[in-house]
């Protein structure tokens, strides 16, 4: 039979002390779960630092891709009508506006010359581009090339044609650009092209059937 003094032996088992009343069960404390929550803010935070920077990454190779693929069309763009032009415009600035026209004169009898008009416009960063041919002088509408265009008409006029002189027998067109969005960084673009084809028209009076505007 167990006695008194047994049955509480028995309850306190070997270790020799019994549970408090309520020590199981009571729960989180206040500064456990303020802590807990200053844990949770911190990893928070960093998380979304990190996602910012990984947004703001994205945006700036994207922009820089843009501009870069721009650049690159109007190079290539430019540079083959220089190298089949046959007379090219010293560059005319217009108000805020700088136009360069080239021609090309035709390869078939009974076919008209061409020619292209490239603008820039430095109030609204665009370049751009339109063509004629000399038989209907009837222009085509303007296309924008290139956008966010940066380039400052007194310091760094995006075209520069060197006219034929005894140093260059052909005139030469350079293209020099540059890019850049709003809180982007820029991109940077400069290339010359020779006037192969050139007959010896050159100056101010190339292609200028159509009014620059």
């Known amino acids: 039979m167990l006695t008194a003094r047994g049955v509480l032996r028995a309850g306190r088992g070997r270790g020799g002390a019994s549970p408090r009343a309520g020590e199981a069960d009571r729960g ?38 843009k501009a870069t693929g721009e650049l690159r ?13 046959s007379s090219v415009n010293t560059p005319t600035q217009v108000g805020t506006d700088l136009y360069l026209e080239m021609r090309t004169d035709s390869v078939a009898a009974g076919e008209s010359s061409t020619c292209v008009q490239w ?44 006219q034929a002189n005894s140093v260059h027998a052909k005139p030469v067109v350079t293209i020099d650009l540059l890019v850049r969005q709003l809180g982007q960084p820029s991109v940077s673009s400069s290339s010359a092209f020779t006037v192969r084809n050139f007959t010896g028209a050159s100056g101010s009076s190339v292609c200028t059937e159509v009014a620059r505007a």
């Open 28 to 65: 989180t404390s206040v500064i456990e779960l303020v802590v807990a929550m200053s844990i949770m803010a911190v990893l928070l935070a960093g998380f979304m630092t990190v996602v910012m920077m990984m947004t703001k990454s994205t945006a700036t190779a994207g922009s820089v891709s």
């Open 73 to 85: 069309t109007v190079v290539d763009s430019l540079g083959r009508q220089a190298a089949f032009a």
């Open 119 to 162: 603008r820039y416009r430095s109030t609204s960063g665009e370049l751009q581009r339109r063509s004629w041919d000399t038989l209907t002088i009837s222009p085509s509408t303007w296309t924008t090339v290139a956008s966010n265009v940066r380039n400052d008409l007194a310091t760094r006029p995006p075209f520069v044609v060197l």
